[in-house]
């Protein structure tokens, strides 16, 4: 069994998001522990020091994953907090597919509800709505470097920023010049 300790954990902008019922916890390795010491060869019990070192392993496995998930939260601020800086500023970059973005955005402004919260009904109201069919049109563009103004900051269903350009969303991570 191998258990990676650096990326279990999800991240706002990055991809590396796992459930929690991945990790390896507390009650677990001390299954594996009991397990261990009942079927150990009775003939050649394993030393205190050496279960007192996969204690030790197990203790340190689990501080760099909270380090790492600290850090992780880290990023995530710091990338919001880069993309709000740029409301109202004339940035450069490529455009993404803002059809799930527009429909959350109108599925809280219509109904008080993310649009994968909504009934079939409120979805097809939604789908509706001009802002939707027109990014839905726009799909087509995504791909394309586009400059304007930055309305506002949304929250991909990743967690990554996404700059509103009009109606149009922009990867922060592709912005290429800001003015």
Do not use: H, W
């Not at 880290?74 to 993309?83: D, G, H, N, Y």
Request: glycine share 8%; proline share 2%.
């Amino acid at each position: 069994m191998s258990v990676n300790p650096v990326s279990n954990s999800a991240v706002f902008g990055s991809s590396y998001a796992k459930s929690q019922s991945d990790n390896m916890g507390q009650v677990d390795f001390m299954r594996l522990l009991v397990a261990q010491m009942r079927n150990q060869n009775p003939l050649e019990p394993q030393s205190n020091t050496e279960f007192m070192a996969q204690l030790a392993q197990f203790e340190s496995l689990n501080q760099m994953r909270t380090m790492s998930q600290g850090i992780q939260v880290m990023q995530a601020v710091q990338e919001l907090a880069s993309a709000t800086g740029m409301i109202g500023k004339t940035v450069t970059g490529r455009q993404v597919d803002g059809t799930s973005a527009t429909r959350d955005i109108v599925g809280r402004e219509m109904f008080n509800r993310s649009f994968d919260r909504l009934t079939s009904f409120e979805r097809a109201e939604v789908d509706q709505d001009e802002r939707v069919v027109a990014a839905l049109t726009d799909s087509v563009n995504a791909g394309q470097d586009i400059s304007g103004t930055v309305d506002r900051v949304i929250s991909g269903a990743d967690g990554i920023p996404m700059l509103m350009i009009g109606t149009k969303v922009v990867d922060l991570f592709t912005v290429s010049e800001v003015k």
